[in-house]
């Protein structure tokens, strides 16, 4: 959806204003949950021009793994829709007073930390990736749900090129879907609920192996946001199955995640070559962001 840049009258006495992104800002100082933010502004501003298996699917766990499981800062003059044809919006977390016509959105960008860096796990497709989410300390009195959207590419074949068959978390027909974290005042992220009691932990990218003779692509993407006041709607349960686990789940997407501004991304991407059967062209590489 297109952003709006906040316009500010000038100021005839004023020296030249800066840029509102300073690109000599070391990185560490940029939340990661705003980067897509900040790619926006810069994109305006410049000239035309073999590891043990986890889990497999995605989602988290409240009890360890088993093996059938598969500060943010925002820019100040940032402001998106809050829906197609709505009101300009800034995120819940925007700092400064709020220009006529704007409105704060009920959505931030959670941080994200990555706590296991994808790898392949086995020569032939399997992989791991584990992020974890984090309320910047603007928001440590906030209560609501972190809700991530999790779509998914998939294609494989024999070396013949006849197509495999994907394995059930990597269906493309069970995407996307929706799962929730509840988050409380004091920065405090749950596994589902919070009356569960269970720490976040880390949500987990993962799959299997598809076994010698076969070679493919997988691109899993989640885009997260964090959203005061946010409920499970009716059917967004916690089913204690794949591929969500612990975590409320849905195929329909919430009427807040739907109306609320865009969340923070990250993707993995898998790569492997078993080809001709019994070799390894190329072993599983996995690319992630972050």
């Known amino acids: 959806m297109p952003c709006f840049l906040q316009k500010q009258k000038p100021n005839p006495r004023a020296v030249p204003a800066r840029s509102a992104v300073n690109r000599s800002q070391p990185p560490s100082r940029i939340g990661v949950g705003n980067q897509v933010a900040l790619q926006s502004l810069l994109n305006r501003s410049l000239p035309p021009a073999s590891l043990p298996h986890a889990s497999f699917g995605e989602g988290e766990s409240i009890d360890k793994v088993s093996s059938q499981q598969m500060e943010a800062e925002v820019p100040a003059d940032f402001i998106g829709p809050l829906a197609p044809g709505d009101t300009r919006a800034v995120p819940h977390d925007f700092s400064g007073p709020l220009q006529p016509g704007v409105v704060r959105s009920s959505s931030f960008h959670p941080t994200i930390t990555v706590v296991t860096p994808g790898a392949g796990t086995s020569d032939c497709g399997a992989y791991a990736y584990k992020v974890k989410w984090g309320i910047p300390s603007s928001e440590s009195a906030s209560a609501g749900w972190i809700v991530q959207k999790v779509t998914k590419q998939f294609e494989a074949t024999d070396c013949a090129g006849n197509a495999v068959p994907p394995q059930a978390f990597d269906d493309t027909a069970n995407y ?18 919070a009356s569960a009691g269970s720490p976040h932990s880390g949500d987990t990218f993962s799959g299997n192996d598809y076994g010698p003779g076969t070679k493919g692509k997988k691109i899993v993407k989640g885009e997260v946001k964090a959203i005061i006041g946010f409920s499970p709607p009716a059917g967004m349960t916690v089913r204690n199955a794949a591929p969500a686990w612990g975590l409320p789940y849905t195929r329909t997407e919430p009427a807040l995640f739907a109306s609320t501004l865009s969340g923070a991304t990250h993707q993995l991407t898998s790569e492997w070559n078993c080809c001709p059967s019994g070799t390894v062209t190329k072993r599983t590489t996995i690319v992630t962001n972050p």
């Not at 409380?184 to 596994?191: D, E």
């Open 176 to 193: 996307p879907f929706w799962e929730a974290w509840e988050f409380t005042a004091g920065q405090n992220v749950w596994v589902g609920p």
